[in-house]
């Protein structure tokens, strides 16, 4: 029986370092950020379709993202992005080039984040993609991106930067117009002061509940056997 566990435990280790890689980033919004007003809500196309601006051949920007949070509205929302990547670019000096998207984080309903808050950015993707990422946040004016605006406020951008890392000596199987493919999650933390993911929150709860029935259960129980 101990064997069979622990070769059962072993086969879902090794199944979950092979589903997916992570990356995550955790930052606080500054006290004195004067947030953007963004009155409108994450639009419905906006959840599910990703509307990519180029930049530049290695730049490429979200202006609208969905921003998870405890006690939201439960509607459907993608997180995979497809970002076009020349993987053939750095065929020649063996190293491939750095690219960069950055996703504006809007204040959706001027009730999506506050200052102090906590945002939780996180970044999965297939072991079997041979990519490197990091994630960072910027402030950006519009007019640093080449945005036709005016305005001279600044935004929060969170920045994920990636690389191809896969190597060949056949450049047929690389291509000029490749993608990558991930899941990004942006999420505001209920607490400001401990950084729990969002996703552990259903399980304190559980947790919590478990241990008030057995405080209320094992007096009892107590009290019947002895």
């Known amino acids: 029986m101990l064997p069979l566990l622990s070769l059962t435990i072993g086969i879902l280790v090794l199944l979950g370092q092979c589903m997916a890689n992570t990356e995550t980033y955790l930052m606080r919004v500054p006290l004195y950020f004067n947030i953007p007003p963004h009155l409108g809500p994450v639009s419905a196309d906006a959840r599910l379709n990703r509307d990519l601006h180029h930049i530049n051949h290695t730049h ?8 998870g949070h405890i006690g939201g509205i439960q509607e459907p ?3 995979i992005i497809e970002v076009p990547y020349d993987t053939l670019a750095g065929f020649s000096s063996k190293k491939s080039p750095w690219n960069t998207l950055l996703v504006r984080i809007n204040n959706y309903q001027d009730s999506s984040y506050s200052p102090r808050d906590l945002l939780s950015v996180k970044v999965c993707w297939p072991t079997t993609y041979p990519y490197d990422f990091t994630i960072s ?7 640093e991106l080449g945005l036709s605006s ?18 060949t000596f056949d450049p047929t199987f690389l291509s000029a117009d490749d993608s990558v ?7 505001r933390l209920p607490s ?10 259903p399980f304190i709860v559980y947790f919590v509940d478990l241990i008030i029935l057995l405080v209320q259960i094992v007096p009892v129980v107590a009290q019947l056997i002895w």
């Open 77 to 79: 929302i993608s997180n």
């Open 150 to 167: 005016d305005d001279k406020q600044l935004a929060l951008y969170v920045q994920v930067d990636f690389q191809f890392r896969g190597q």
């Open 192 to 201: 400001r002061y401990i950084p729990i993911p969002l996703e552990l929150y």
């Open 60 to 67: 490429a920007l979200l202006t609208d993202y969905p921003i």
């Open 181 to 187: 493919v991930f899941q990004l999650y942006v999420n």
């Open 137 to 143: 946040h910027r402030f950006l004016k519009d007019s």
